[in-house]
């Protein structure tokens, strides 16, 4: 297995609401990534966890809440988001924080109205 | 900060190299550099990095100046299938975020018939 699964692909939220983004891999990968990118721009850095402890924080809202339960599994925690949290976010894996190219997966496209 | 710099756009020929440049003219000694496409509505997928030396693979061959102050990624024979926006990403050590995919905005390059 060389993928990185995110779910849902699509997710519609109200800003009332508190919801989850999943992300798994099965490839023995010890540092996981969530990145967020709002439309015609580049992939911004939120949340890094090497070896399932969170490592870097990109100084993210905290309206969003990184999990990381064991070393396949990312999740992150959304809770009374505003409409200009709407994005695709995506998750990364990588072999470790060292020279090794991330895996992306496809990503969660989340509209918050 | 992004630490490289591309043109917005390029057009290729299919069936013709595509040469996309990058430069990186603050690149210290440790950098990498590295290259990522995101194809439209998918994650960024890793195409290739190199510190000095000359690397090529698969999809693509990097070549690096020898001041290493720019690079410039080669599609060897371009398909309709390799639009996509390319990103050139100077990369430190691990360690705090220059250890981590930090995304430029990239070069938008069509492929046509």
């Known amino acids: 297995d060389t993928e990185v699964t995110q779910t849902p692909k699509h997710l519609v939220m109200g800003m009332t609401n508190k919801k989850s983004l999943k992300c798994e891999q099965h490839?023995?990968?010890?540092?996981m990534y969530w990145y967020k990118q709002k439309a015609k721009k580049p992939p911004e850095l939120m949340f890094v966890?090497?070896?399932?402890?969170?490592?870097i924080n990109e100084s993210v809202p905290s309206r969003f809440s990184p999990e990381c339960p064991n070393s396949s599994l990312l999740n992150l925690h959304l809770h009374a988001l505003q409409p200009e949290d709407s994005a695709l976010y995506l998750c990364?894996?990588?072999?470790?924080?060292?020279?090794?190219?991330?895996?992306f997966g496809s990503g969660t496209r989340l509209t918050v109205v | 900060d992004a630490k490289t710099t591309q043109p917005t756009s390029m057009d290729c020929a299919e069936g013709r190299a595509a040469n996309l440049p990058c430069n990186h003219s603050?690149?210290?000694?440790?950098?990498?550099v590295y290259w990522y496409r995101q194809i439209h509505s998918q994650g960024p997928q890793y195409i290739i990095h190199?510190?000095?030396n000359n690397e090529t693979n698969e999809m693509a061959s990097l070549i690096i100046t020898e001041d290493r102050k720019s690079s410039t990624l080669i599609l060897p024979h371009a398909t309709l299938r390799d639009t996509a926006v390319y990103y050139c990403?100077?990369?430190?050590?691990?360690?705090?975020?220059?250890?981590?995919?930090?995304f430029g905005k990239g070069t938008k390059l069509s492929v046509k018939p």
């Open positions: 490839m023995g990968h010890r540092a």
């Open positions: 990403i100077v990369r430190g050590n691990y360690g705090g975020s220059q250890g981590n995919l930090i």
């Open positions: 603050t690149i210290s000694g440790n950098e990498y």
């Open positions: 190199g510190l000095k």
């Open positions: 966890y090497s070896y399932e402890k969170l490592s």
């Open positions: 990364a894996s990588s072999a470790g924080q060292g020279h090794y190219g991330y895996t």
